[in-house]
Nanobody, 121 residues
């Protein structure tokens, strides 16, 4: 059974930083895509960043380019999202997702429970 455990959410003032981490287990993909989505009330779900392990593909939403960095720790088998220069509009529940391909991450991926990120002005 695929399990995703997110950690690192919290509250921070605008301009601050937070780091999210996601530990994935129980999957059998040889290659896979790991990503972060976010959802806030009144807004559409947004894919924030994703990375394909087995290639060089990395994706960032325009809204976070230059501020967020996604990375994979092979030793710990975690995917991390370093968020800098946070803005109030980054406030959302952040979800870790895993799938065999980045193209199907949202529709066919396994989702974590989510972690709240709150940025105050």
């Amino acid at each position: 059974q695929v399990q995703l455990m997110e950690s690192g959410g919290g509250a921070v003032q605008a301009g601050g930083s937070l780091s999210l981490s996601c530990a994935a287990s129980g999957y059998t993909y040889r290659y896979h895509c790991l990503g972060w989505f976010r959802q806030s009330p009144g807004k559409e779900r947004e894919e924030v960043a994703s990375i394909f392990l087995g290639g060089t593909y990395v994706y960032y939403a325009d809204s976070v380019k230059g501020r967020f960095t996604i990375s994979h720790d092979y030793d710990k088998n975690t995917v991390n999202l370093q968020m800098n220069s946070l803005k109030p509009e980054d406030t959302a529940i952040y979800y870790c997702v895993i799938s065999s391909a980045c193209a199907s991450l949202a529709e066919e991926g396994y989702w974590g429970q989510g972690t709240q990120v709150t940025v105050s002005s």
